[in-house]
């Protein structure tokens, strides 16, 4: 069944030197308890397509095309009072990029944790019984909750924003970056504790990140963004297997693995400016195929099997 399906976003940003063209006809679809990642370098667009599946954008973005359709219902078209009482952490909730760094000092977990459950009416006793049981869920005692976040290690404030993201048993987790900041141990910790989490509440997740390695360990699917436009989209076996753009596979061949000892290389060049992007396809600066119609045309999305699609001109027939 069908979760989400994105449909042609588009997303610009105004600034005082121009219009940032963040998200140009991105679409994608999730199934219920399925991951997608979605990676590409800084810059790209991940966070800012994670804030439209969110409506948490920021007030000098400008929604200016598409549809996120959430069980149906096209969430870009409802309220915001809509949106916050059915949606909002209550069948989707996000853990944004650094969002361990943004509890609020002076507050009490508890106080934090059930902030948006009494918003929604919840009663304070049921509320505090609810966050207690998030935080047992997450690994932690319910002890956390009389703690202030100056008492807690990363791993423990991550483990908390998880417990807030997961409380209100939402259906989706958009998770931006949720283990950049913590050391290798910490890190593969919070992978597990996503995975159980993602079975035992049968939760789908977006998870964002620019590295493909720990996307591998969770992903059904991988969409792949360079400069604000979908590069590739498909299951995660045939992104890793045999990605098709040249993009995903100079992406690829920047991963080390443990496995086999290949020669590491980069992608030259860095991710354009939105502002004034390259003409034709965003990536042909860097592209080391590029060709003639490259520079002209923008490429179209090919579809090749089972769903897999690439915006290459290297795979237009005809
Ligand atoms: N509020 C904003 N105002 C103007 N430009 C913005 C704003 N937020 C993001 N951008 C620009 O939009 C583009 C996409 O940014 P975004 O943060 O979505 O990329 P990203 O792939 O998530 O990068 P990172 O991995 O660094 O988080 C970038 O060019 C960025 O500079």
Same mark, same amino acid.
């Given at each position: 069944?069908?979760?989400?399906?994105?449909?042609?976003?588009?997303?610009?940003?105004?600034?005082?030197?121009?219009?940032?063209k963040?998200?140009?006809?991105?679409?994608?679809?999730?199934?219920?308890g399925?991951?997608i990642?979605?990676?590409g370098e800084?810059?790209?667009?991940?966070?800012?397509?994670?804030?439209?599946?969110?409506?948490?954008?920021?007030?000098n973005?400008r929604?200016?095309?598409?549809?996120?359709?959430?069980?149906?219902?096209?969430?870009?078209?409802?309220?915001?009072?809509?949106?916050?009482?059915?949606?909002?952490?209550?069948?989707?909730?996000?853990?944004?990029?650094?969002?361990?760094?943004s509890?609020?000092?002076?507050?009490r977990?508890?106080?934090?944790?059930?902030?948006?459950?009494?918003?929604?009416?919840i009663?304070?006793?049921?509320?505090?019984?609810?966050a207690?049981?998030?935080?047992?869920?997450?690994g932690?005692?319910?002890?956390v909750l009389?703690?202030?976040p100056?008492?807690?290690?990363?791993g423990?404030?991550?483990?908390?924003?998880?417990?807030?993201?997961?409380?209100?048993?939402?259906?989706?987790v958009?998770?931006?970056e949720?283990?950049?900041?913590?050391d290798?141990?910490?890190?593969?910790?919070?992978?597990?504790?996503?995975?159980?989490?993602?079975?035992?509440?049968?939760?789908s997740?977006i998870?964002?990140? %620019?590295?493909?390695?720990?996307?591998?360990?969770?992903?059904?699917?991988?969409?792949?963004?360079?400069?604000?436009?979908?590069?590739?989209?498909g299951?995660?076996?045939?992104?890793?297997?045999?990605?098709?753009?040249?993009?995903t596979?100079?992406?690829?061949?920047s991963v080390?693995?443990?496995?086999?000892?290949?020669?590491?290389?980069?992608?030259?060049?860095?991710?354009p400016?939105?502002?004034?992007p390259?003409?034709?396809?965003?990536? %042909?600066?860097?592209?080391?195929?590029?060709?003639?119609?490259?520079?002209?045309?923008?490429?179209?999305?090919?579809?090749?099997?089972?769903? %897999?699609?690439?915006?290459?001109w290297?795979?237009?027939?005809?």
């Amino acid at each position: 069944m069908v979760l989400l399906n994105v449909k042609n976003v588009r997303l610009n940003y105004i600034t005082t030197r121009g219009i940032v063209k963040a998200l140009d006809n991105v679409s994608f679809s999730l199934d219920e308890g399925e991951t997608i990642a979605i990676v590409g370098e800084t810059g790209s667009g991940k966070s800012t397509l994670a804030k439209v599946i969110t409506r948490s954008w920021e007030e000098n973005a400008r929604v200016i095309g598409g549809e996120v359709i959430f069980e149906g219902v096209n969430i870009l078209g409802l309220s915001e009072e809509e949106f916050r009482r059915s949606y909002r952490w209550v069948k989707i909730a996000m853990v944004p990029q650094g969002s361990m760094n943004s509890l609020n000092p002076v507050l009490r977990v508890v106080d934090q944790m059930i902030e948006p459950l009494l918003l929604r009416g919840i009663p304070r006793i049921d509320a505090i019984k609810i966050a207690g049981d998030a935080l047992e869920s997450v690994g932690l005692s319910k002890d956390v909750l009389t703690k202030y976040p100056h008492q807690l290690s990363g791993g423990m404030k991550q483990r908390v924003i998880i417990a807030m993201a997961i409380q209100s048993r939402p259906k989706l987790v958009v998770l931006d970056e949720p283990t950049s900041a913590l050391d290798v141990m910490t890190q593969a910790n919070i992978m597990n504790l996503l995975k159980r989490l993602r079975s035992k509440f049968k939760l789908s997740y977006i998870f964002i990140t %620019h590295d493909l390695a720990l996307a591998s360990e969770l992903a059904d699917k991988v969409l792949v963004l360079y400069a604000g436009k979908v590069a590739e989209f498909g299951s995660a076996d045939v992104i890793y297997s045999e990605p098709k753009h040249p993009y995903t596979q100079g992406l690829m061949s920047s991963v080390p693995t443990l496995r086999e000892d290949k020669k590491l290389s980069f992608i030259p060049g860095e991710v354009p400016s939105l502002i004034n992007p390259p003409s034709g396809c965003r990536f %042909h600066p860097r592209c080391p195929f590029a060709m003639d119609i490259c520079r002209r045309e923008e490429p179209p999305l090919v579809t090749l099997e089972n769903g %897999h699609v690439v915006a290459c001109w290297l795979y237009v027939k005809g």
